[in-house]
């Protein structure tokens, strides 16, 4: 017979404490204990019924003094209340998915206390507060009843570092900010730069990806006008991609550039900048040291 391992913990605003779960097989439940499908068709049967024999009356009256918005409080309040005596009150919250948000971050946004009725649980702003936590992209929330509130989440999966305006954020795959990351752990992952980065760096990286080799050694994109992208390498290098047009864009230019290592090296030419924005024409500026290389080459020849 296995159980959850239970964490007891007392959330920041001083509401009691939970026990806190993690998924595994639960127990069965005492054979003298009434069967929790057959006690919640019970309790159902027993709040319809309390429904109705508080209604009738009390509908009538209330409606002929114009009170029939204090009449339905009152009446929610007592059936709230017959579901907390029959067992529906939270006592714990089990959750699945989460690695890099805590135990205590999600009992903190839930903001619910013990006791509190399971049938009185809004669970779509409880959706929304976990939501709102850094590193959830998305949560679902539900009752397991009689008395646990069950949270699956899934997180965010860093994509790239983006730095702005001086700022260095990290995003996810959905150009999401994940707020408040450590970016030390992350020093591996692409660095972009500049306005509009984060939304087109996905459709970059797959461009680049057609030539592995290469694009290990680019160690930033930058985003230019949020129109087209520039890329630096490890030897200090720049690489002008074009915009896409009907006949011209970063892909085939990636292309182009990667037939040019293979055929020249080009890498290891001295080349400052090679400019590639325009279809029928290669641009290069050369460093100093280039320079003198090419000159070495032309009286070679």
Request: charged content about 25%; overall charge positive.
């Amino acid at each position: 017979m296995t159980t959850s391992a239970q964490i007891r913990l007392m959330n920041k605003r001083g509401q009691g404490s939970f026990s806190f779960t993690r998924p595994a097989r639960v127990a069965p439940p005492p054979a003298r204990r009434r069967p929790r499908r057959g006690r919640i068709r019970l309790v159902l049967k027993q709040l319809g019924l309390l429904v109705f024999l508080t209604s009738v009356p009390a509908l009538g009256w209330a409606w002929h003094q114009g009170h029939a918005g204090t009449w339905w409080q009152d009446v929610n309040m007592r059936i709230t209340a017959a579901t907390v005596e029959a067992g529906f009150a939270l006592e714990r919250v089990r959750a699945e998915g989460q690695v890099r948000t805590s135990d205590e971050a999600m009992l903190e946004a839930l903001g619910l206390k013990v006791k509190e009725p399971m049938y009185g649980l809004d669970m779509s702003a409880l959706k929304n507060r976990i939501e709102a936590l850094p590193w959830v992209r998305e949560a679902v929330v539900s009752r397991e009843l009689p008395d646990t509130l069950k949270v699956w989440v899934k997180e965010r999966t860093p994509f790239a570092r983006w730095q702005i305006g001086g700022q260095l954020m990290l995003i996810d795959e959905t150009a999401a900010v994940i707020a408040g990351s450590d970016l030390k752990e992350f020093s591996r992952l692409p660095f972009i730069v500049g306005p509009g980065a984060p939304a087109a760096a996905a459709e970059l990286f797959s461009v680049l990806a057609s030539e592995p080799e290469l694009s290990a050694r680019v160690v930033s994109a930058i985003r230019v006008g949020d129109r087209r992208w520039d890329l630096e390498f490890d030897n200090g290098m720049r690489l002008k991609l074009p915009e896409q047009s009907k006949t011209h864009g970063p892909a085939r230019a990636w292309r182009r550039f990667a037939e040019m290592e293979a055929e020249k090296g080009i890498l290891s030419l001295g080349v400052m900048v090679i400019d590639l924005r325009l279809a029928d024409r290669v641009v290069m500026k050369l460093t100093p040291e280039g320079r003198k290389l090419y000159q070495n080459m032309d009286q070679e020849t």
